[in-house]
């Protein structure tokens, strides 16, 4: 196991709801990143925290918005979902904000949204 | 055109039998490549990091071509828990980029 823990574990919303996704990173790592992954499909790369400050950021839209807190987990925040947001979302600790080190997944979150 | 393009499959194999599994990439400022293993439902993890040199882990064998862009790996001796999808990831800057994953299902 890797240590990274993610909760919940399955979520279904509705359309235009809004939805919170939280991440433990594994202890000592202090950079978290977010992925979506949606059925037959890579993860896609959402953004990166590192020591509470976005570090990096993919091409998804404003409304998928993040935090990270002092000790170091994360939320996801999505406002206005859509059906196309359905997907698993996973997070990965790592340790340091340069980008090299190995990022470690936790099991993800499952959002259905009807 | 997507950053990381690999054959989806699905490749079924015998136990025993040797895969390979090709991917390209399409930025040539990409800076480390891995390939990691899904299983169903499942979180990624990391299987194996790849370089230039080509590395080997057991049965597995990860090769680099930088010039080509293009990474590979070779299973040999196949094992019904080898079953799972292989990504290719490729990481620029911050971002781990992946393709869409080759499956892979061993048969007895």
């Known amino acids: 196991e890797t240590g990274v823990t993610q909760s919940p574990t399955h979520l279904i919303k509705t359309r235009g709801q809004q939805v919170t996704l939280r991440c433990s990173s594994q202890?000592?790592?202090?950079?978290v990143s977010w992925y979506q992954q949606a059925l037959g499909q890579g993860p896609q790369f959402i953004f990166q925290?590192?020591?509470?400050?976005?570090?990096g950021r993919g091409n998804f839209p404003p409304r998928f918005s993040g935090l990270q807190f002092p000790n170091y987990s994360s939320e996801l925040n999505v406002n206005a979902l859509e059906l196309d947001d359905s997907a698993l979302y996973l997070c990965a600790s790592s340790l340091g904000g340069s980008g090299t080190d190995t990022q470690y997944f936790g099991p993800g979150t499952r959002l259905t949204v009807l | 055109r997507k950053e990381v393009e690999q054959d989806p499959g699905p490749f079924n194999v015998p136990e025993g039998a040797t895969v390979a599994f090709n991917c390209t990439y399409s930025n040539s400022a990409s800076q480390s490549f891995f390939w990691y293993r899904q299983d169903c439902r499942k979180e990624p993890k990391l299987l194996m990091s790849?370089?230039?040199s080509g590395n080997e882990d057991g049965r597995f064998t990860a090769q680099l071509n930088r010039a080509s862009q293009y990474i590979s790996l070779l299973i040999r001796d196949s094992k019904l828990s080898d079953s799972a999808t292989y990504l290719c990831v490729v990481r620029r800057g911050y971002a781990l980029n992946f393709g869409k994953g080759t499956s892979l299902l061993v048969t007895p």
């Open positions: 925290y590192y020591r509470e400050e976005e570090n």
């Open positions: 790849v370089y230039s």
């Open positions: 202890s000592g790592h202090n950079t």
